[in-house]
């Protein structure tokens, strides 16, 4: 009987033999080593954890889950050694010159990070960052919840939609970053100081015309999507984006979600009350005009309403996504949401709790209707 | 030739970065399982083990580029390209090569 471990390389899981294990971890330890001070080596042990974990996927199949031990030998024997940069360091020292080219660090920036457990990856993201441990970032939420009635909820809420997920090697490195150090700031500033200086104008020239294509772009892609009632019209741009798009595109989703949410809310209100009351919010529609005639227009002023934000909204989902179309989350979390507010209602408020029943009682009497005539 | 091969580790070695900016030149982009699998047949034929390390350093030096790119399966991928200063290092490694073999062709004339 052999005893199997599961390991997470670069977030996904595997199950190795005991002594398949054992290789890989020793190989890892001394690839470490190998690598030494080398700047890139988070993102070089990221890099080879992939090429393994690809050729472990290699060696699986549907009726196969472990990797055992020779083929983990195979696998590292196909690896090859890792190679340190010992020599290169020596050649420099040598030579006697400093380095020209300043060591490359990765910025840090705070990302989620799926990891061990994370269920948003908002803590884990900022226990990286703040190099602590991830429990004391979760009781710091909790506490923090506790003490501001909900309101720092509201802003992990927030940071779920604006802070991107790490999900290449680049970004997990830059997520745990290289320490801070003040003349580090000091130098970097005066650096990005000098640079805008020279390039400012310039780029600003080329930044604005960029935003006026892309805006006239998208203004042709809406009124493409008007007129087509097309939902890929909002397409996003299939290129990576920046972790500044990526933000900004998260924000934005959230903005939108519950902008649309509030849209589909007020129509379910305008819609069920014109059908139970025969009023909206104490305007009632001319007697000579049929029910039937101001649910279309309700429902027509709706769909014209809340087309572009619903396309804006699809849009910032696909960028978030990095895919052509956001799949199915813009809906997701426009109905999530008017869930939410629909179960506070109904918790909270006599009235909405009535209004909701009404609405059920109207759905029902037309079901019954429906059958009673088919 | 295995004993050959054996003697001149160290000569492929030192041309490997040579050889490796002159696949990446010659494509528009090029990932690391092109790289690997190009190299194979050849006597530069190396492993990851080698490869991610000296591509971070030619990243770190400004010769090469990479850019994620997503693929059909798995995880994104980082395609390398040669960027301006690499061409130039390029140039340089060529020139220098064949003062090298030329070099040694008129010592033996």
Redesign the interface.
């Known amino acids: 009987m052999e005893r199997v471990v599961t390991i997470n390389l ?2 996904n899981s595997y199950q190795l033999e005991e002594p398949a294990y054992d290789a890989l971890r020793s190989y890892m330890t001394r ?1 470490e080593a190998a ?1 030494g001070a ?3 080596k988070a ?2 042990v990221r ?2 954890e ?2 393994i974990a ?1 050729k472990c ?1 290699a060696h699986l199949s549907p009726g196969k889950s472990v990797v055992s031990a020779s083929e983990m030998t195979r696998i590292l024997e ?8 010992a020599q ?1 360091g020596a050649e420099q020292a040598q030579g006697g010159a400093a380095p020209q ?1 300043e ?2 660090r990765p910025a840090r920036r705070l990302y989620r990070i799926y990891d061990n457990g994370a269920w948003t990856g908002v803590s884990a993201g900022m226990a990286a960052y703040a190099g602590i441990d991830v429990a004391w970032v979760r009781v710091f939420w909790i506490v923090s919840g506790l003490f501001t009635g909900g309101f720092t909820c509201l802003v992990y809420l927030v940071m779920i939609f604006a802070v991107p997920v790490a ?2 090697s ?1 970004e997990l490195a830059a997520a745990h970053g290289a320490p801070f150090n003040a003349q580090e700031v000091i130098d970097r500033a005066r650096r990005e100081a000098g640079r805008f200086a020279e390039t400012s104008s310039a780029q600003w020239r080329n930044e604005e015309r960029r935003w006026r294509r892309s805006w006239r772009r998208s203004e042709r892609n809406w009124d493409a999507g008007w007129a087509a009632g097309a939902a890929q019209a909002a397409a996003a741009p299939a290129h ?1 984006v920046g972790y500044v798009e990526r933000m900004f595109a998260g924000l934005f989703a959230f903005v939108f979600s519950i902008i649309t949410a509030a849209l589909l809310i007020a129509f379910l209100i305008a819609f069920f009350s014109i059908l139970s009351n025969g009023s909206v919010l104490g305007w009632t529609p001319p007697a000579d005009v049929p029910t039937w005639l101001v649910l279309v227009v309700i429902a027509i002023a709706y769909a014209a309403i809340s087309s572009p934000f619903s396309a804006l909204q699809r849009t910032s989902y696909a960028t978030l996504s ?2 052509r179309t956001g799949g199915a989350t813009d809906g997701l979390a426009t109905l999530a949401i008017v869930i939410i507010v629909g179960a506070f209602a109904w918790t909270y408020s006599e009235e909405a709790r009535a209004f909701i029943e009404q609405g059920y009682v109207v759905i029902r009497d037309f079901v019954t209707y429906w059958s009673s005539q088919g | 030739m295995p004993v050959a091969d054996e003697q001149f580790a160290g000569l492929r070695k030192g041309l490997l970065e040579f050889a490796i900016l002159t696949f990446v030149s010659g494509r528009t982009s090029a990932y690391v399982g092109d790289i690997l699998e190009a190299l194979a047949p050849t006597p530069f034929a190396t492993q990851e083990g080698t490869l991610y390390p000296l591509l971070s350093k030619l990243r770190r030096e400004e010769f090469v580029d990479y850019q994620w790119v997503e693929s059909g399966q798995g995880p994104p991928r980082k395609y390398y390209q040669l960027t301006d200063k690499g061409s130039g290092r390029l140039g340089e490694l060529g020139a220098y090569w064949r003062h090298l073999t030329s070099t040694v062709e008129s010592l033996g004339r």
């Open positions: 670069n977030g690839a690598l080398n700047p890139d993102e070089i890099d080879l992939q090429a690809d996927s196909e690896m090859g050694p890792v190679e340190g940069e290169a080219h060591p490359w999900s290449t680049e990576p990095g895919r």
